[in-house]
């Protein structure tokens, strides 16, 4: 909680009037950023991307890319916080299995809707760690066309198996 206050620039006793523990400060930087993909799922579709789209997801990821960070690649693995964790992926599973719903063979859809979410997460992930900000609308790009040629390669009935 130190930690929190000098890097707030404010002192400990201003972070502890707002949590009282550290699990409710995790708590509280979790509900934020779940309340952001939230709002960018009951949005309007981005007709670029699948389900949530690499837009929405990266805007989330920008304004607080350290809980963006936390809710993903941390939050599912602490048994504390995984419920919210896995309620979230569960929402927005849901989302992408509607926007993909009629695009790919129904028995893929499921497989297609997960591979689609990690392979947001995961991009939007690498590129908060190794990506250049000012370049974000590139990669907004780069990511919804991949994501597509996935969509239509998955719909190809004519693919052997």
Do not use: C
Not at 33 to 51: I, K
Not at 59 to 81: M, S, Y
Not at 91 to 116: I, M, N
């Amino acid at each position: 909680m130190a930690d929190v206050a000098a890097a707030s620039g404010v002192t400990p006793l201003i972070v502890y009037r707002h949590f009282a523990s550290k699990e409710q400060l995790y708590r509280a930087v979790l509900a934020d950023v779940a309340g952001g993909l939230r709002a960018s799922m009951a949005g309007a579709p981005d007709p670029e991307g699948y389900g949530l789209g690499a837009g929405p997801l990266l805007t989330v990821a920008r304004a607080n890319p350290d809980g963006f960070r936390l809710l993903w690649r941390h939050a599912a693995r602490e048994p504390q916080f995984a419920s919210e964790a896995d309620a979230l992926r569960t929402e927005a599973l849901r989302h992408a299995r509607t926007a993909l719903e009629g695009l790919v063979p129904p028995e893929f859809l499921d497989w297609a809707a997960h591979a689609t979410l990690g392979y947001l997460v995961e991009a939007v992930l690498a590129w908060l760690d190794h990506g250049d900000p000012a370049r974000d609308g590139q990669l907004v790009t780069a990511i919804n066309r991949s994501l597509r040629a996935g969509v239509r390669s998955w719909a190809d009935r004519d693919t052997p198996a």
